[in-house]
């Protein structure tokens, strides 16, 4: 995880509980639930406290990606 990018897949995929772009039509903040939109904030927070945790919810956001290919 080195780009902007990558944390908010991570977040996004965590927020949904899938390929977030399967649930929600892009771009994410216009058109994802309030309630997901604050589960993503919740788990960016995590991460930046938690650098554990950051890569805890990389794995889950790649299984999820693996899962859809």
Not at 16 to 44: E, H, M, S, Y
Not at 47 to 59: F, K, S, T
Request: glycine residues 2%; hydrophobic residues 40%.
């Amino acid at each position: 995880m080195r780009f902007d990018h990558c944390f908010e897949r991570i977040a996004y995929d965590v927020a949904v509980g899938a390929k977030w772009d399967t649930d929600v039509t892009p771009p994410f903040c216009a058109n994802a639930t309030p309630a997901q939109v604050r589960r993503a904030i919740d788990v960016l927070r995590a991460m930046a406290r938690d650098p554990d945790r950051a890569h805890e919810y990389n794995r889950y956001s790649l299984r999820c990606r693996k899962a859809d290919a």
